[in-house]
């Protein structure tokens, strides 16, 4: 499911160190030695990185990076570098920062990681910014916002494939009657999505459409232009269907006029060694495009290569 390419062959990370300090030596910087490291090592390896650079070189490989790179290249190598979980505190607090309702990123967080990877989000967090991300979010956010992705962003899911199926029937009825009276932030809505394991809701969602004759996300349609209940349908489908979400990303960060690069960068940066494999399978099936060949045609330079070999593009 992972993109990511490790050669079966690696050099030691001393020498995977001493050729990044030299892709900085110099007039100009090296950036295709250091895709060809960075971007070919897995979260275990690049952290040995990390922390070898540091030891041999008296500076943050991180710093260093910040240092020589630029632009969206900066960033997409910087998000890649971190550990996933420092990755995830990070994004989370930049997204507490600048809060926008249509803003999903941490719902994003909150539904498609495991509850160990949250878990691990979270205290990467409190080591990085000296507070919660609970705190923050609750800071930050108000309304039906807060409501909604408070309990998310706090939750530790079990992850088990057992399923209640009278549990799920009578939670699949809650549901409705809440949708029907237009109740989308009623607390046992909000408590069924952010505390339930996820076959359980699947399993939930599953007998509301055979029960109700329709998709819950269509009958969360009732007003396009509602961002909340936009959210409330993205934290359904991350749930049930993430790959269906991060394509939808995608294709919004590539098609419109002008790239996204924060989406595009993120999505691939975060997935690459999760499922980014199914993710181009769902971008093909649903553009008709490769998604290699969409970012070849929306992004230039360094970026684009580097891009592409995330997400095991065979030229990169």
């Not at 070898?52 to 991180?62: K, S």
């Not at 009623?186 to 004759?213: C, M, V, W």
């Not at 969360?220 to 993430?242: G, W």
Request: a negative charge; glycine letters at 4%; hydrophobic letters at 35%.
């Amino acid at each position: 499911m992972s993109t990511l390419t490790v050669p079966s062959q690696i050099p030691s990370v001393a020498e995977d160190c001493e050729q990044l300090r030299t892709a900085f030596a110099g007039w100009g910087t090296n950036e295709g030695l250091i895709i060809s490291i960075l971007a070919h090592r897995n979260a275990a390896q690049r952290k040995l990185i990390q922390q070898q650079y540091a030891e041999t070189y008296g500076e943050d490989l991180l710093k260093a990076l910040d240092k020589e790179l630029s632009n969206d290249f900066e960033r997409v190598v910087l998000l890649w570098t971190l550990d996933p979980a420092e990755r995830d505190a990070f994004l989370g607090n930049e997204a507490t920062k600048r809060w926008t309702s249509s803003n999903q990123v941490l719902m994003e967080i909150a539904c498609t990681r495991s509850s160990n990877q949250l878990l691990q989000a979270r205290q990467a967090y409190h080591a990085r910014y000296k507070r919660s991300l609970e705190e923050d979010v609750a800071y930050h956010t108000t309304g039906d916002f807060c409501k909604l992705l408070l309990p998310l962003v706090s939750s530790y899911r079990y992850e088990g494939d057992e399923v209640n199926m009278t549990l799920a029937k009578s939670e699949a009825k809650i549901l409705r009657e809440k949708i029907s009276d237009k109740a989308y932030s009623d607390e046992d809505l909000i408590r069924i999505l952010a505390t339930r394991s996820k076959a359980q809701i699947n399993a939930t969602l599953n007998h509301y459409k055979n029960e109700f004759g329709n998709d819950i996300n269509k009958d969360l349609k009732t007003d396009s232009k509602d961002e909340y209940l936009a959210l409330l349908r993205a934290t359904i489908k991350c749930l049930i269907h993430p790959e269906m979400y991060f394509e939808k990303v995608l294709r919004l960060a590539i098609n419109k006029r002008g790239t996204d690069e924060g989406a595009l960068t993120r999505v691939v940066t975060t997935r690459a060694e999760v499922d980014m494999k199914i993710i181009k399978e769902e971008y093909h099936k649903r553009n008709s495009v490769p998604l290699d060949r969409a970012i070849v045609k929306d992004t230039t330079g360094e970026y684009e290569k580097m891009l592409l070999a995330l997400i095991g593009h065979e030229d990169a």
